[in-house]
């Protein structure tokens, strides 16, 4: 298999799966425990983009035009992450027993964000391993 598609099928097929998932649960008018999970509504939200962002800096750090650099993959990523968001928002909106929330857009932004956490953490260990 050429190497290009490996990359791709390694990275960004795991990104768009990931958004499916969430377009087709967007797409459900009643979620099973959703009573429960309304407690959790924004966090849940929050994690669901963190992840989602995190998925799409690794695509565009590991394959795509640009060149490994940090910063605009993550920035690329975060973008793609609240775009996203921003659709699936007014997805919802036309999906009986859902609606269009800022909110939600707004949690879906800040996981999209806090996305870099992971990899601040990575990239101080990997420094600190190397001093060592």
């Given at each position: 298999?050429n190497?290009s598609?490996?990359?791709?099928?390694?990275?960004?097929c795991?990104?768009?799966?990931?958004?499916?998932?969430?377009f087709f649960?967007?797409?459900?008018?009643?979620?099973?425990m959703?009573?429960?999970f309304?407690?959790?509504?924004?966090l849940i939200?929050?994690?669901?983009?963190?992840?989602l962002?995190?998925?799409a800096?690794?695509?565009?750090?590991?394959?795509?035009?640009?060149n490994k650099d940090?910063v605009?993959?993550?920035?690329?990523g975060?973008?793609?992450?609240?775009?996203?968001?921003?659709?699936?928002?007014?997805?919802?909106?036309?999906?009986?027993?859902?609606?269009?929330?800022?909110?939600?857009l707004?949690a879906?932004?800040?996981?999209?964000?806090?996305?870099i956490l992971?990899?601040?953490?990575?990239?101080?260990?990997?420094k600190?391993?190397?001093?060592?």
């Amino acid at each position: 298999m050429n190497e290009s598609i490996k990359l791709f099928c390694r990275y960004w097929c795991i990104t768009i799966c990931y958004m499916l998932v969430i377009f087709f649960v967007s797409d459900t008018s009643s979620i099973p425990m959703a009573s429960f999970f309304s407690k959790f509504d924004k966090l849940i939200h929050g994690f669901e983009y963190t992840i989602l962002a995190f998925l799409a800096f690794r695509s565009f750090y590991n394959f795509s035009i640009i060149n490994k650099d940090i910063v605009s993959s993550f920035i690329a990523g975060a973008a793609l992450a609240i775009l996203y968001g921003m659709t699936d928002e007014f997805h919802q909106s036309f999906v009986p027993g859902r609606h269009y929330d800022n909110y939600d857009l707004l949690a879906d932004a800040l996981g999209a964000v806090f996305s870099i956490l992971p990899v601040i953490i990575y990239l101080k260990i990997k420094k600190d391993h190397k001093s060592l």
